[in-house]
Nanobody, 128 residues
């Protein structure tokens, strides 16, 4: 059964950096769409960054600060977070689907793809 496992979350002061990793088990990030999403209690889950066919997509709130990348082996999806702000505090989730219309649509509407798989999440806390 395919699984995604996130790691790298933690606590950091505003202006700091973190690197999140998403490792796949019984799944390869070779095709389709993959990305990072975040959610705080009582709010909806929002797209942060997506990767599809070598193209990257970002939420406006993180453009220029976050970078999504996929390793050459296509087994680890990474999100580099820099110039962090308190409003970046959230649980961050990795997700992937083997077929998608576009990375842009996956970033905005991951749940329209019924075969999307999700990790358990990793907490990022940014203090002011």
């Amino acid at each position: 059964q395919a699984q995604l496992v996130e790691s790298g979350g933690g606590s950091v002061q505003a202006g700091g950096s973190l690197e999140l990793s998403c490792s796949a088990s019984e799944y390869e990030f070779k095709i389709g769409c993959m990305g990072w999403f975040r959610q705080t209690p009582g709010t909806t889950r929002d797209g942060v960054a997506a990767f599809e066919g070598g193209s990257t997509y970002y939420a406006d709130s993180v453009k220029g600060r976050f970078t999504i990348s996929l390793d050459n082996a296509k087994t680890t999806l990474t999100l580099q977070l820099s110039t962090l702000k308190p409003e970046d505090t959230a649980m961050y989730y990795c997700a992937a689907v083997d077929r998608c219309t576009s990375g842009r649509s996956f970033l905005k509407f991951p749940d329209i793809y019924p075969t999307t798989i999700w990790g358990q999440g990793t907490q990022v806390t940014v203090s002011s």
